[in-house]
């Protein structure tokens, strides 16, 4: 499976213009569904609520492209958006099991592969490629050319937040494959993870990581955990010492704090303020960056992307897309969290639906670490895998008139109640 990769890749992989290799492969994706396709796919809720968001968001986004003063940035988001709301409809509509996840997840494992070997690139030769975007970011207060990465991505926030991404994607697909050769591939991926994360800088995304790790190691080995952190902060404060390991924690939080934190939270409250003004109806594509050009309320700096992909959706498309974006990712979240607790513990159904919940609980903070969400594209992929494992976990599951949730037999064979 290509398209993770040709999403990492962007415009690197040339094609027709603004139609680089990915916008190029959806298209012909939907269309083969379509051919291939004989029949319905079985019913899911997932993919019912998936499909009429992308219906929704695609009114919405030809309407507001009509109605709303035209911006030189308004087609390029229209255009990502547009190509993002195919895959995810086509994907939805198609056939899903465990080997769409088991081929998602390598697809995901190739697209890291290639990042991570460009990345390393970066850091052995001090160079990048030519969308490295270099400008004065004050979540990165000692960011120079040298020392921060990007990869494919452009942007070290960005790589931070598909890093992050692929700690729940490589995880899930080395639950699902049966090869022990592939797995260890996934393992080392996995493992090369944090070490990326810190040459992006990416604190939000790096704290993320540390969270999600921790849970599941103390989940999973509770009395180990326990007594290496407390070993390995011991250690730590011994060899470094306690004041000057004080000074960087508050240095760093303190930079965070005082700096891009601050930017953010102004970003968002004069997004408010510009969504009140079109009574809640949204900008349309690219309207925040126009609007915010004008200025606002609340001082950011001189930036004016949104820096939360939450904001971009409520503020560009309305309450009414931002509500049906909610929705989805609550019964996504629903979805999972029944599965974790109606298969038995170690299956690989439950993995899912625990990665699930995870991915869904963790989106919202991870979608503030860049600058913009809904132009880029490997978000889309990522929403999309999360929508395929909802999928595939809803037509597994199924909820009886007693309330008991039970493994469905046309499935799984018996079912298996919790």
């Known amino acids: 499976m290509v398209i993770p990769s040709l999403a990492v890749l962007g415009s690197l992989a040339p094609g027709i213009g603004p139609f680089f290799a990915f916008r190029i492969s959806v298209p012909l994706f939907a269309l083969s569904v379509l051919m291939v396709r004989q029949s319905w796919p079985i019913h899911s809720r997932v993919r019912s609520v998936a499909i009429l968001l992308c219906w929704v968001w ?67 030769s001090g160079s990048h490629l030519s969308n490295y975007f270099i400008y004065n970011d004050l979540s990165l207060p000692d960011w120079t050319e040298t020392n921060a990465v990007a990869s494919t991505l452009g942007n070290p926030n960005n790589y931070g937040f598909f890093l992050f991404a692929s700690l729940i994607v490589l995880a899930v697909g080395r639950a699902s494959t049966r090869s022990r050769f592939i797995r260890l591939i996934f393992s080392f991926a996995l493992l090369s993870i944090p070490v990326l994360l810190y040459f992006t800088e990416s604190r939000t995304s790096l704290a993320l990581w540390i969270a999600v790790v921790f849970v599941y190691f103390l989940v999973q080995r509770p009395l180990i955990t326990v007594v290496l952190t407390c070993l390995g902060a011991a250690v730590t404060l011994v060899w470094g010492g306690y004041v000057d ?21 102004n970003l968002t409250l004069n997004g408010i303020d510009f969504l009140q003004e079109t009574y809640f109806l949204g900008l349309g594509p690219g309207g925040f960056e126009s ?45 999972g969290w029944r ?43 990522y929403l999309v895998f999360l929508v ?16 008991r949730v039970v493994l469905g037999s046309r499935y799984e064979g018996e079912g298996i109640s919790e």
Do not use: C, K
């Open 339 to 381: 599965a974790s607790r109606a298969f038995p513990r170690g299956s690989q159904q439950r993995f899912l639906g625990v990665a699930l919940v995870v991915a869904v609980l963790t989106l919202p903070p991870i979608v503030v670490t860049n600058s913009t969400t809904l132009t880029q594209s490997f978000p889309w992929v």
């Open 291 to 335: 609007r915010m050009a004008q200025g606002g309320r609340f001082p950011t700096g001189g930036i004016l992307s949104a820096h939360n992909g939450a904001t971009e959706v409520l503020v560009q498309y309305g309450v009414i897309v931002f509500a049906a974006l909610v929705v989805l990712l609550v019964l996504l979240m629903a979805t």
């Open 245 to 265: 390991i004080a000074h960087g924690i508050m240095q760093w939080f303190g930079n965070f704090a005082g700096g891009s934190a601050d930017i953010r939270v």
């Open 388 to 403: 395929t494992v909802g999928i595939h976990l809803n037509q597994l599951t199924s909820r009886h008139g007693d309330g």
């Open 58 to 124: 695609l009114v919405a986004l030809l309407a507001l492209s009509i109605a709303t003063q035209s911006s030189s940035s308004r087609w390029a988001e229209v255009l990502s958006v547009g190509i993002g709301l195919l895959l995810l409809a086509s994907w939805a509509a198609g056939t899903v099991s465990a080997d769409t996840i088991r081929v998602f997840g390598y697809g995901w494992l190739v697209a890291y592969l290639v990042t991570a070997i460009i990345a390393v690139w970066e850091l052995i």
